[in-house]
């Protein structure tokens, strides 16, 4: 699969630029990932098949033939001890950048990830803190099944220590994950499976973008579609589709989770007055309706010309079969059919 993405509007956070290029997802991440290693001795990986391998999904690539067996580091297949260790090193001065194959797996590691790193620089008085960096795939479309395709960023943006990452383009893989391994403190930062081979432009030179900055990828007249991962990129084909019978939609990009930037969600939906939020991950106590609460506690709810709606996957574990597998998460004939009915109703 080959896409392009429009480029996004990355309003006060635009990185320094001298040819354009297109690269896919996944080269991004590598090219952040070998730029912090060649400039911080600190910055090193670990992870299961991350070495002459190149990762489960190709992602490390070359990076250990470039940087050595040291500072890209297979482990055993224990997610609760890449993180321990990942946590120690970061407490000893090392900037660890972990890769967990599935994110499905962090299920394995969450006693370190919520009770040790996302606590430690604040149960410490701010006495120390821990620069590690966890990346790992999320959400379904590969046919891996229902222990490999979940979508669990709402469980990682509810615990408070952790600053939570969904880039959707390649630019912004790159550049937030740069800043992430910057971060004094844990970042996650979850990547979409069908992401990695899709293309966009990267320019040469391309350098960090900030954490806790949400994206306007289209602005439109009508419906507000607030997506993340891989729905951003369907939520634009839908807002194309959907110019051409004359409904004008913006589609936001939050692009962290946590922390999140939510005045440019609010400042949308109170302009267009109609809100779609759209997750690959089950609705239920889900993170769009974290944004949802937010719309109706703000000024943007005496806007709102319809009650805010949410489309999500379906409250089931994923399914193998491909057809079942696509019916329990939205596509794009889903996010049409939702903003139609939106304006419809209003």
């Given at each position: 699969?080959?896409?392009?993405?429009?480029?996004?509007?990355?309003?006060?956070?635009?990185?320094?630029?001298?040819?354009?290029?297109?690269?896919?997802?996944?080269?991004?991440?590598?090219?952040?990932?070998?730029?912090?290693?060649?400039?911080?001795?600190?910055?090193?990986?670990?992870?299961?098949?991350?070495?002459?391998?190149?990762?489960?999904?190709?992602?490390?690539?070359?990076?250990?033939?470039?940087?050595?067996?040291?500072?890209?580091?297979?482990?055993?297949?224990?997610?609760?001890?890449?993180?321990?260790?990942?946590?120690?090193?970061?407490?000893?001065?090392?900037?660890?950048?972990?890769?967990?194959?599935?994110?499905?797996?962090?299920?394995?590691?969450?006693?370190?990830?919520?009770?040790?790193?996302?606590?430690?620089?604040?149960?410490?008085?701010?006495?120390?803190?821990?620069?590690?960096?966890?990346?790992?795939?999320?959400?379904?479309?590969?046919?891996?099944?229902?222990?490999?395709?979940?979508?669990?960023?709402?469980?990682?943006?509810?615990?408070?220590?952790?600053?939570?990452?969904?880039?959707?383009?390649?630019?912004?893989?790159?550049?937030?994950?740069?800043?992430?391994?910057?971060?004094?403190?844990?970042?996650?930062?979850?990547?979409?499976?069908?992401?990695?081979?899709?293309?966009?432009?990267?320019?040469?030179?391309?350098?960090?973008?900030?954490?806790?900055?949400?994206?306007?990828?289209?602005?439109?007249?009508?419906?507000?579609?607030?997506?993340?991962?891989?729905?951003?990129?369907?939520?634009?084909?839908?807002?194309?589709?959907?110019?051409?019978?004359?409904?004008?939609?913006?589609?936001?990009?939050?692009?962290?989770?946590?922390?999140?930037?939510?005045?440019?969600?609010?400042?949308?939906?109170?302009?267009?007055?109609r809100a779609l939020l759209v997750q690959e991950a089950?609705?239920?106590?889900?993170?769009?309706?974290?944004?949802?609460?937010?719309?109706?506690?703000?000024?943007?709810?005496?806007?709102?010309?319809?009650?805010?709606?949410?489309?999500?996957?379906?409250?089931?574990?994923?399914?193998?079969?491909?057809?079942?597998?696509?019916?329990?998460?939205?596509?794009?004939?889903?996010?049409?059919?939702?903003?139609?009915?939106?304006?419809?109703?209003?």
């Amino acid at each position: 699969m080959t896409t392009t993405y429009p480029s996004p509007d990355l309003t006060g956070t635009a990185p320094t630029a001298t040819t354009d290029r297109v690269i896919t997802y996944a080269e991004a991440v590598r090219e952040a990932l070998a730029e912090a290693m060649a400039a911080d001795d600190r910055v090193f990986m670990l992870g299961e098949d991350i070495g002459v391998y190149g990762g489960a999904f190709g992602v490390t690539g070359d990076l250990y033939h470039r940087f050595g067996a040291e500072r890209v580091r297979d482990t055993p297949i224990s997610e609760l001890g890449i993180v321990g260790a990942a946590v120690g090193a970061a407490l000893a001065g090392m900037r660890p950048v972990v890769e967990i194959q599935f994110s499905d797996f962090t299920c394995q590691a969450m006693d370190q990830i919520v009770n040790q790193a996302a606590k430690i620089h604040f149960m410490l008085g701010g006495a120390a803190e821990v620069p590690m960096v966890l990346r790992a795939p999320l959400g379904s479309g590969t046919g891996a099944a229902a222990q490999h395709s979940q979508s669990l960023e709402a469980w990682f943006a509810h615990v408070p220590g952790l600053k939570v990452v969904m880039p959707a383009t390649a630019e912004d893989a790159k550049g937030l994950l740069l800043s992430a391994i910057d971060d004094p403190n844990p970042v996650i930062v979850l990547e979409h499976k069908l992401l990695y081979r899709t293309s966009g432009p990267v320019p040469e030179g391309a350098g960090r973008i900030p954490l806790g900055k949400t994206a306007v990828r289209r602005r439109g007249r009508d419906v507000t579609i607030v997506a993340t991962g891989v729905m951003v990129s369907r939520s634009l084909e839908a807002a194309e589709q959907l110019a051409a019978d004359g409904i004008d939609v913006s589609v936001i990009d939050p692009r962290t989770l946590s922390p999140l930037d939510d005045a440019p969600i609010l400042e949308d939906i109170s302009r267009t007055g109609r809100a779609l939020l759209v997750q690959e991950a089950p609705g239920h106590v889900g993170f769009m309706a974290e944004v949802a609460s937010r719309v109706v506690e703000s000024s943007a709810v005496y806007r709102l010309l319809a009650p805010v709606r949410r489309l999500s996957g379906l409250d089931i574990p994923i399914p193998y079969a491909p057809q079942l597998e696509s019916a329990a998460v939205p596509q794009v004939d889903a996010i049409i059919d939702a903003a139609r009915s939106l304006v419809k109703d209003s």
